[in-house]
């Protein structure tokens, strides 16, 4: 159980268009999910915290409105990187929570962006 | 995160055991967790502790839990080409919020 599946695995895109990512929960209901970026050879970092039906928590330096979030369900959360350029390309890693120990959380396989 | 430190990098032969290493500045987490990440996916839960236990031991994991030093331990016994991977210890804040270390890269050879 906890399967989380993330939409597209890849994509490439051109600068100034915009890009949906989604991340969906398969067999539990998520009332939190969590963006997360990752840069090469780095750790996780922590964009914003969504709660089923409440906007979304974003963390100190991130771009409310280039990184759009919607948790409209307790299944499907999803990100939308607005009027992208190069340097928002990354990898993008959802999770979704809570599970039974302390918050835990179920992460994505990942969300390869790459803007030319 | 600054929060949590990893080395870096770990190199083992085969066969041999690894031993990953973790400290960590918050204590009141009542988990820690390490997590595997194979390239180009996402992190995949290996094994967690409970903050009141000193080991736990799953299969060829072993988690040593030092809270004094704050200090955890991954150990993978008999290390196969399949482990090559980077390892993030972790574990959540009072706001619900999960703290990773650097990851540290374990690369195993023949």
């Known amino acids: 159980g906890a399967v989380v599946s993330q939409h597209p695995s890849w994509v490439i895109c051109k600068s100034g268009t915009s890009v949906k990512i989604e991340c969906r929960s398969l067999d539990f209901q998520a009332t939190t999910m969590f963006w997360y970026r990752q840069f090469p050879k780095q750790s996780l970092m922590l964009m914003a915290t969504?709660?089923?039906?409440?906007?979304?928590?974003?963390e100190q330096g991130v771009e409310k409105d280039k990184f759009l979030i919607n948790h409209a369900s307790l299944t499907l959360s999803t990100l939308t990187v607005t009027s992208a350029h190069p340097e928002d390309s990354s990898f993008y890693i959802c999770?979704?929570?809570?599970?039974?120990?302390?918050?835990?959380?179920?992460f994505g396989p990942g969300t390869r962006l790459t803007v030319l | 995160g600054e929060d949590v430190e990893q080395s870096l990098f770990l190199s083992v032969r085969e066969g041999d055991s690894s031993v990953i290493n973790c400290t960590y500045t918050d204590s009141s987490s009542t988990y820690l967790y390490w997590y595997k990440q194979e390239p180009g996916a996402g992190l995949q839960l290996l094994t967690y502790i409970f903050s009141n236990m000193d080991m736990k031991q799953d299969q060829r994991l072993t988690v040593l839990l030092n809270k004094k030093d704050k200090h955890l331990s991954l150990r993978i016994a008999d290390t196969q080409t399949g482990d090559s991977a980077i390892y993030f210890c972790?574990?959540?804040?009072?706001?619900?919020?999960?703290?990773f270390g650097a990851g540290t890269q374990v690369v195993v050879t023949p």
């Open positions: 972790a574990y959540t804040d009072s706001w619900g919020k999960l703290q």
């Open positions: 969504s709660n089923e039906g409440s906007k979304a928590t974003y």
């Open positions: 999770s979704a929570g809570p599970g039974t120990r302390d918050n835990e959380q179920f």
